[in-house]
């Protein structure tokens, strides 16, 4: 059962800053927070992660409130090639953690 | 960053034969290592977990005698889909857990299936 809740879709236009949302009440306190990227016919490629507060890194930022049950991936200025599907999963790392892929939030730039 | 690979990246076949997929960790090692499935539009769906000398761990409603996992050694694991049928097409993908540090999960580029 994924951990995790996102919306199913999204729309943007290029050079707007775009904010994800997703909830995870059930986070555990030795749980990460990573943000994976998908297009189509390809594997899911890491975006950030995180464990509190902010992490920024050259693509995103992403933002984790005091309590960890939800936090916003914020992508600066997209461009129509960050039309992708966007993934926000939960889980400690650990050698036998499974990661469980949630729907994710379809992201459609427009021109 | 590591790098997973997976070979062969499509493949077509017909029904009733066995198609092998090999999936790599080609800079670091992996103790374990995981297998999904993704039908078009949907998310992906974790088929078993795959630990160096052991045997796989499959999630509930996955053949394990369709699907054979076979984690040798801590760069390799094979997937074999068994007498595949045309409901087996599908993307899969696998992943591999780096042994040190946070045990980030690294993602190859997947294998497009098709069944004839």
């Known amino acids: 059962l994924a951990k995790t809740t996102q919306p199913i879709s999204m729309d943007s236009y290029e050079g707007q800053e775009v904010n994800i949302t997703c909830s995870h009440n059930?986070?555990?306190?030795?749980?990460?927070i990573t943000w994976y990227q998908q297009f189509p016919s390809q594997g899911p490629r890491f975006i950030i992660q995180?464990?509190?507060t902010k992490v920024t890194n050259e693509v995103a930022s992403l933002f984790i409130p005091a309590d960890r049950k939800s936090s916003t991936l914020s992508l600066p200025r997209v461009s129509l090639s960050d039309t992708a599907v966007y993934y926000c999963l939960v889980g400690d790392g650990n050698r036998d953690d499974k990661i469980i892929f949630g729907k994710g939030t379809r992201l459609h730039i427009l021109p | 960053g590591a790098v997973v690979s997976q070979h062969p990246s499509r493949v077509i076949c017909k029904s009733g034969t066995s198609v092998k997929i090999e999936c790599r960790s080609l800079d670091f090692q992996a103790t374990t290592m995981f297998w999904y499935r993704q039908f078009p539009k949907q998310s992906l769906m974790l088929m078993a977990t795959?630990?160096?000398?052991?045997?796989?761990?499959?999630e509930q409603g996955v053949e394990k005698d369709k699907f054979l996992i076979n984690h040798a050694s801590l760069t390799l694991s094979t997937l074999t889909v068994t007498s595949a049928h045309p409901e087996d097409s599908s993307f899969y993908i696998c992943?591999?857990?780096?042994?040190?540090?946070?045990?980030?999960?690294?993602f190859g580029p997947g294998t497009r299936l098709t069944v004839l």
């Open positions: 059930n986070i555990a306190t030795n749980d990460y």
């Open positions: 795959s630990n160096e000398g052991s045997k796989a761990t499959y």
């Open positions: 995180g464990y509190k």
């Open positions: 992943s591999a857990r780096e042994l040190v540090g946070y045990n980030e999960q690294f």
